[in-house]
């Protein structure tokens, strides 16, 4: 098959996008909605496969979920910057925290974004250069029930899912875990 050499120049000049998730249904959706929106999209899933593709190819754009296999998003962060200064990274990450988003800023990430997250998001996060003094600061802190499903949640994913060992860490019967896993999380 031949391809047009006008349509090979139009790929080439579409900016670059590096995605990096361990979620790979994450990674594909999102590189599909990229694409659709003029990017150039690759994905990796470790620090590792984004840090060779990144010295191969320099994305002007990337989104670097914070927790990776192995070594964390952060560090990612610091290894693009390094690369290229110029390069608009945007963290994501389903535990969001203010130690977290401070460091990932300080590190050079353009924004930083809680999970879950759509792509109007996303370009909107590329776009921002400069902070918002307007944005609205909630009166509302997050309830009780909502801290402790976001805490059962993590704890469960450091464990890989295993009940048993996240209830022990807990300090909660197994049992008494299983039936707050059954609830939907808590609205804030």
């Not at 990096?20 to 929106?37: I, N, P, S, Y």
């Not at 996303?122 to 997050?142: C, K, N, W, Y």
């Not at 860490?169 to 804030?188: E, F, G, W």
Request: aromatic content about 6%.
């Amino acid at each position: 098959m031949t391809t047009d050499p006008a349509t090979e120049a139009e790929v080439d000049d579409r900016p670059v996008l590096l995605i990096v998730d361990d979620d790979l249904t994450f990674c594909a959706v999102l590189a599909k909605a990229m694409g659709k929106r003029g990017f150039n999209v690759t994905c990796a899933h470790t620090v590792e496969q984004a840090t060779e593709y990144a010295e191969a190819c320099m994305p002007e754009y990337a989104v670097v979920d914070l927790r990776l296999p192995g070594i964390s998003g952060l560090a990612l962060v610091e290894k693009l910057k390094a690369l290229d200064p110029g390069t608009r990274i945007v963290m994501l990450t389903g535990y969001a925290s203010i130690a977290t988003a401070v460091e990932a800023i300080k590190l050079g990430a353009t924004h930083y974004l809680a999970k879950p997250v759509d792509v109007d998001e996303i370009m909107a996060a590329f776009e921002r250069t400069s902070g918002d003094a307007e944005v609205q600061i909630s009166a509302h802190p997050l309830s009780v029930g909502r801290l402790e499903w976001e805490y059962i949640q993590r704890v469960l994913n450091e464990n890989k899912g295993n009940i048993s060992v996240t209830a022990r860490i807990l300090n909660m019967h197994r049992r008494t875990l299983q039936r707050k896993l059954t609830k939907y999380p808590v609205k804030s």
